[in-house]
């Protein structure tokens, strides 16, 4: 499998990143939804520190797992790996 360097930019900061290359699609789109997340938290709780708004999307989207998970739906080593990129993701944005 062919790997591919890309930089994702979330939350004002770029992040390189070695991806397989059928997952640059869905990768880009992470980004895109945790930027619009960041921002609809931003807007609508007049939040000011983007550590607080990464919190709250990173909170968000792990209820979202967890209920997922719950309920049976979706493929647990799928949903597992993109949880633990999340979490990658929150402890170097909070480092």
Avoid: C, H, W
């Avoid at 709250?56 to 799928?78: F, H, I, P, R």
């Amino acid at each position: 499998m062919s790997t591919l360097k890309v930089k994702v930019n979330i939350a004002g900061r770029q992040y390189p990143l070695n991806i397989n290359a059928d997952e640059e699609e869905a990768v880009r789109n992470a980004g895109k939804e945790i930027n619009r997340l960041i921002q609809e938290f931003e807007d609508r709780y007049a939040v000011t520190d983007k550590q607080d708004a990464i919190s709250m999307v990173a909170l968000q989207m792990v209820t979202k797992y967890n209920l997922l998970k719950q309920s049976g739906s979706g493929n647990d080593a799928e949903m597992d790996q993109k949880l633990g990129q999340l979490v990658e993701f929150i402890e170097r944005e909070l480092k």
